[in-house]
């Protein structure tokens, strides 16, 4: 059935400003967002308290099914309780990675992220959206940017939480994500055939999302 909603996908590996140009994206187009790393690290953080093992698949297929996991606007709600910002930490970064392997977390995940999306114009963001969970998306977006600038932004972002990391170490940490998201059998991040690649390096959020949103227009049919 042909959709009625609009969708647009926008992947690429972290610290390339997916988040920021997603949020303004929607905010433009009076779109909804949905951060779907955010789910991933939302599981990572409720398994790292349960103890869970993140490497034994059974028992995180069995764990993730349990999971209560809300996403309403801005916030990531597990069991009723926000997690927006303790789910931002380093340690969960790193351990979203790892649960993002499992393919019955990514089973899981990707059903929630097409039942949100389902009759809404949102903007999605992650690794897998043009790709794997919303392949007939009206606009497919791929945002890269040199390691160096991306390592940048997320000692900025972890800064402001007062967590403060050397760039070398952050830097390694970067690149194993990124191997470890790009090489995954399940939902490997990769640009969709038909995505547009926009490369973030030296652009402004507004640069960016400028000419993400010229791609929008020009692909909205007529009222
Ligand atoms: O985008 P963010 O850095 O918040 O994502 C955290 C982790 O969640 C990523 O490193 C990736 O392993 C995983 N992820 C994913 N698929 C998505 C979104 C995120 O595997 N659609």
Redesign the pocket.
């Known amino acids: 059935m042909r959709r009625t909603n609009m969708i647009i996908t926008i992947d690429g590996p ?1 610290g390339a400003g ?2 920021t140009a997603a949020r303004m994206l929607a905010r433009r187009l009076s779109f909804e967002f949905l ?4 789910m ?2 939302a599981v990572a953080l409720s398994a790292l308290r349960a103890g869970i093992e993140l490497r034994d698949e059974p028992a995180l297929a069995r764990f993730v099914r349990g999971v209560s996991l809300e996403m309403p606007a801005g916030l990531v709600l597990l069991d009723g309780a926000d997690v927006s910002v303790a789910i931002r930490s380093q340690a969960v ?1 790193d351990a ?2 790892l649960v ?1 392997t499992s393919p019955a977390v ?1 089973e899981h995940l990707v059903h929630l992220q097409r039942i949100i999306a389902a009759d809404r114009n949102i903007v999605c963001e ?4 043009g790709t794997v969970v919303f392949p007939d998306a009206t606009c497919k977006f791929f945002l890269i940017a040199d390691a160096e600038e991306r390592a940048r932004r997320r000692h900025r972002d972890l800064a402001v939480r007062g967590e403060a990391i050397d760039p070398a170490t952050l830097m390694e940490t970067l690149r194993r ?1 990124d191997r ?2 790009a090489t995954r059998p399940v ?1 490997p ?1 990769k640009a969709a055939d038909d995505a547009i690649e926009i490369d973030s390096t030296g652009l402004s959020s507004e640069q960016v999302v400028e000419r993400m949103e010229a791609v929008v227009l020009s692909r909205r049919s007529p009222a």
């Open positions: 972290a997916k988040s951060d779907t790393g955010a991933y690290r970064s979203a990675s993002a990514r992650g690794r897998d959206q994500r470890q998201d939902g991040m």
